[in-house]
Structure formats: C-alpha cells, structure tokens
C-alpha cells in the first residue's frame, strides 16, 4: 500500500513538472535538479574557460575576465517550489528577477549547447564582464542547457553562422559604410569675395622690366596676329626627296600652302616626279579656294593644270582636314576639260617616337571612271602607293628623313605600263627633307 501511494505521489509530482513551462524552462535552477555532471560542478572555471579558449579558435570576441563569476546575492531563493507558469521572464532582469537563484555556470551560457547559439547576437556580447542589465529569458530553453560534458563535445563544424553577428572590426564598418551622402564640402560653400587691394596694384607693363620694350613689342604683334583673325602666310616643303630604285633613280616633290584667315584661304598645292638625266614625267599644280566647315575640316574647290604630256586642265572639289586619332587625310576628285574623271585619296600619321623623333606611315590611292590611254590611265583602281618615313626634326621647321615607298600600277594601268617598258612595281629608297615656314 505504502508503495502505491508514493507510486501515486511521483506521477502528480511529474505531471505538475511537466505541465509547467516555466518548471520545464528553469529545471535546471534548482539545487535539487542539478543539470551538471559532478565533474563540471567540481570546477566550473576550467569548463569555463575551456570554453572560451574555444569560441576565441572559431573567431568569437571573448574578452578576459569573463568567466569570473558574478556576486552570489545574500539570500538563497529556492525555486523549486515555485509556480512559474505565470510568471513574464522576456521582461525580468538577471538580478531583480532572480535575486536568490543559483545558477550553474555552465549551465547559464548559452555557448554550452549548439541550439542555444541559434538566436544569438555575437555582435552585442560585451567585451568585459557580464553585465547584470536585462536578461531575456524567453528566448532561452533552460531545460536543454547542455552540461559541461556536452559542451566540450559540441561539435561547432556543424553550426550555421551564417545569421551570426560576431562582431565587425572597425575597418569592416568602415566597408559598408555609405559615403554617398557624407558632405564634403561644394563651391556653394567657398564665399565670392572680391579680389584683394594688391590685385592690379602693380605697373600695367611689368614685363617690360624683365624683357625689354623690344621683344614685348614683337610678343603683342604676334598675339594679335594668332588671335585676330588675320591674314596669314604658311608655306610647307612635304617631301623633297631622292629615290633611288632599280634602274633609274629619280626625283620627286610635294609643296602645299596657304593666304588667308581662319574660315576661308587661298590654298595653293604642287607636285611631280621624274628621273635623273630625263625631262620632268609629271607635274601639276593646283589653285583652290578653302572653306572652314569643321574646326579640323576644310572644303576646297578650284583648279589643276598638267604642266606636262598630253594638256589638261581640271576642276576640283575636296576637302583636307585632321581625322580622329590625328590622320591627316586629303581627297579630291578631278573633271577635265576632255571629260575625265578621276579621284585621288591621301592619308598620312605622325606617330611621335620621341618630341624629335617621328615615325610617319603613309598611303595613297588614284582612281579613274574610264581608260585614258594617252596619259596611261586605266579604270578603276589607276595606282596604289605606300610608304614609311622616319624624320628627325632639328628644328620643327627643318626635318631630315629617310624612309622607302611602294608603287603599284593595277588593273589596265598595268598593262599600260607593260605597253611602255615600265615596270608597274616599283620598290624606291628614299631620303628627304621637310620644312616649313
């Protein structure tokens, strides 16, 4: 009888315990529900600190001192009678809600089992002892707070961090931060003020003391000139050179030129070739009226005369001008009084090696709408020519260079060529000057 009654008294006594959340969540307050083994509770510092060593490993802040337990209140409370179903732990602090509570001090970090970490702000944990401020109980499962045993056994590898604040470094703050909306500062913020009284204080020709009246006089003479709108003089030698070549060497020049102002010119251009011991093959020279449309481009129309072979007189329209990446390119395309048409197209760069030293590529394309026999032109593509040229400029009006061309003669001009003893490919060697003034 005496057994079935005690048998009868552990069941109420388990029921009660386990219809209570709060008995079920702070099961492990209580002296006479110890929830350590008699090793952790021998020396909870060590499994302390063995802890801590072990969230410092995985990169936890855990500042020294923090397993230095807190002051034990005068009175001991024994919670193990009490009804803690009604009672509102999210709002109870770690000292006026549990004023007498013993607590294990494993038992009270949330590091001893891998679920306790799962709601945890790493980033908020303070860095000195714990504090006594508010605690949130109700958020805790006191009654899974692993012992000591399960704590050195956790295994970490299997824990999600992911939603973890561990704590940033200042430099990592720094890397989010968003330095869009920082003002540093704008022009709105500098005052206008006006000039101070030492501005224009001084003589109105000071350069004159450094200079001398002479060579200011020339300096203001040629600023009016570069700036007024003036006319202008310029006159260019392109090519001057010697071609040396299988055969027969030769000769060949280009000069061009202008009189004007900024927007219109008279643009003045001769060339021709021939070899050595021979009267002149070609020669010709061109007359034009030149047009500013772009600040880099210029229409040009006027004339050309042949001043050797068969007479003819043309009229041209084109245009000369920089294009991106600084080709200079020219293009005409010719009329004669007979009715031919043809079409020439010029390019060249200055590629710069050193401020003297310049490397200068350059092509050239003739084109014709029908044959003209008489002067050894074929339709369609006439003449083909390519070069290089290296110069070095002594001064940037006087440029020595050397440098080689290749001419081709193509389609019927070709066979023109062939009727006349020529050879349609010619390889030449050259060596030049170029000025200007």
């Not at 009868?8 to 529900?33: D, F, I, M, N, R």
């Not at 001769?270 to 772009?294: M, P, R, T, Y």
């Not at 080709?327 to 401020?355: C, H, K, M, P, Y």
């Not at 003297?356 to 044959?371: C, T, V």
Request: proline share 6%.
């Amino acid at each position: 009888m005496k057994i079935r009654i005690a048998s009868l008294l552990a069941s109420v006594a388990a029921g009660s315990v386990l219809a209570s959340p709060g008995a079920a969540q702070h099961a492990g307050h209580s002296p006479t529900e110890p929830q350590q083994s008699v090793e952790a509770q021998a020396d909870p510092d060590t499994k302390c600190e063995e802890e801590a060593e072990r969230h410092r490993a995985m990169g936890h802040s855990v500042a020294d001192g923090a397993c230095e337990p807190a002051a034990q209140p005068e009175a001991v409370m024994d919670h193990s009678e009490m009804d803690h179903s009604t009672m509102d732990h999210g709002s109870m602090t770690a000292r006026d809600g549990h004023p007498g509570m013993t607590m294990p001090v494993d038992a009270a970090r949330p590091q001893a089992s891998p679920e306790s970490h799962d709601g945890m702000d790493h980033g908020s944990v303070p860095q000195g002892k714990p504090a006594e401020g508010a605690m949130d109980h109700s958020q805790m499962n006191h009654g899974e707070m692993g012992q000591a045993e399960a704590s050195s056994s956790m295994d970490h590898g299997q824990m999600d961090h992911s939603q973890m604040n561990h704590g940033q470094t200042p430099l990592q703050d720094m890397q989010g931060m968003d330095h869009s909306a920082m003002q540093m500062g704008s022009d709105a913020d500098i005052p206008l003020l006006p000039p101070p009284p030492e501005a224009g204080s001084g003589p109105a020709r000071a350069a004159v003391a450094i200079w001398g009246e002479e060579a200011m006089n020339e300096a203001r003479r040629e600023l009016v000139r570069e700036t007024d709108g003036g006319m202008r003089f310029w006159f260019q030698g392109d090519r001057f050179e010697y071609q040396a070549r299988k055969g027969a060497d030769g000769y060949f020049w280009e000069i061009q030129g202008y009189y004007g102002g900024d927007i219109d010119k008279f643009w003045f251009r001769s060339e021709g070739e021939g070899v050595f011991g021979n009267k002149v093959e070609k020669a010709e020279v061109q007359g034009l009226w030149s047009h500013a449309i772009a600040p880099f481009f210029d229409f040009q129309a006027g004339i050309r005369q042949d001043l050797t072979g068969p007479e003819r007189t043309y009229a041209v329209v084109g245009f000369q001008g920089l294009a991106p990446y600084k080709f200079e390119v020219t293009g005409a395309a010719f009329v004669s009084n007979t009715g031919d048409l043809t079409a020439r197209l010029e390019g060249e760069l200055d590629q710069r090696i050193t401020q003297r030293l310049i490397l200068q590529p350059r092509a050239e394309i003739n084109l014709a709408a029908q044959d003209v026999p008489e002067l050894g032109i074929g339709a369609g593509i006439d003449r083909f020519e390519t070069g290089i040229r290296l110069r070095y400029e002594f001064a940037r009006e006087f440029a020595p260079y050397v440098g080689i061309s290749q001419g081709w003669r193509i389609g019927r001009s070709a066979d023109f060529a062939r009727a006349a003893g020529e050879d349609p490919s010619v390889t030449n060697y050259v060596v030049g000057v170029r000025f200007w003034f």
